[in-house]
């Protein structure tokens, strides 16, 4: 049973590049998550779609951050431009979307930006 | 501002005691609250979870209970064992598409 899967698991790019996280999901998830961790605020949910369509992106940091879902099975998160301040692990989560249904994760992109 | 609270950073634990790791949260229509344990190059792994309309839920060496009035949870794990070293998240919602985690607590249990 595939669980959530991320790619590339680590990332080091230089400052101003652009950068692309993927994430497929567990087949029949219809909810899909993006977080951020950083030390001061532990997870944070920057996205997170419903059957595909984005639901809540208060929590991305700023324009240079954008997430895509164009079909259920994939997801992508990119920054353009990057600063080193991005670098952190971002994690990509999955759940059927019901009630009291626990929230499955990937095992993340480290990203280093330099 | 954070809606889950977890104020230990780190704790230490002997192999065979218990581990009491606490959550803390503002957010009064929370009703479903969750533990996850993640280790180090990993993502964060379900645990336990608890409906507010509990007070107490236990599943093997885990249990979690549930203060409402007092807006808190914890984790207890006995007898703690080496392999449950780890960082724990509590985690809540009120919707069952919003999760709020917490920062974490990096439990460490000495052989």
């Known amino acids: 049973d595939a669980g959530v899967i991320q790619s590339p698991r680590h990332e080091v790019t230089e400052m101003g590049q652009e950068v692309t996280l993927r994430c497929k999901p567990i087949?029949?998830?219809?909810?899909l998550f993006w977080y951020r961790q950083t030390m001061m605020r532990g997870l944070e949910l920057l996205i997170y779609?419903?059957?595909?369509?984005?639901?809540?992106d208060s929590g991305m940091p700023e324009d240079r951050f954008s997430a895509k879902m164009p079909n259920a099975s994939f997801s992508t998160l990119k920054i353009q431009p990057s600063e080193p301040r991005d670098s952190a692990v971002y994690f990509c989560?999955?759940?059927?979307?019901?009630?009291?249904?626990?929230?499955?994760f990937g095992d993340g992109t480290r990203l280093s930006i330099l | 501002d954070q809606q889950v609270k977890q104020n230990s950073p780190s704790l230490s634990v002997q192999e065979g005691r218990i581990s009491i790791l606490n959550c803390d949260y503002t957010?009064?229509?929370?009703?479903?609250f969750l533990w996850y344990k993640k280790y180090p190059a990993e993502g964060p792994t379900f645990l336990i979870s608890?409906?507010?309309?509990?007070d107490k839920n236990e599943d093997g060496r885990f249990t979690v209970f549930l203060n409402k009035s007092a807006k808190h949870l914890s984790l207890h794990i006995v007898p703690s064992q080496p392999g449950d070293s780890a960082v724990y998240f509590c985690?809540?919602?009120?919707?069952?598409?919003?999760?709020?985690f917490g920062t974490g607590t990096s439990l460490t249990v000495i052989p």
């Open positions: 989560a999955s759940t059927l979307g019901q009630l009291n249904q626990p929230q499955h």
């Open positions: 087949s029949g998830h219809n909810s």
């Open positions: 779609f419903n059957n595909n369509v984005p639901i809540d």
């Open positions: 957010n009064s229509m929370f009703d479903y």
């Open positions: 608890i409906s507010s309309i509990k």
């Open positions: 985690a809540a919602t009120d919707t069952g598409n919003q999760f709020y």
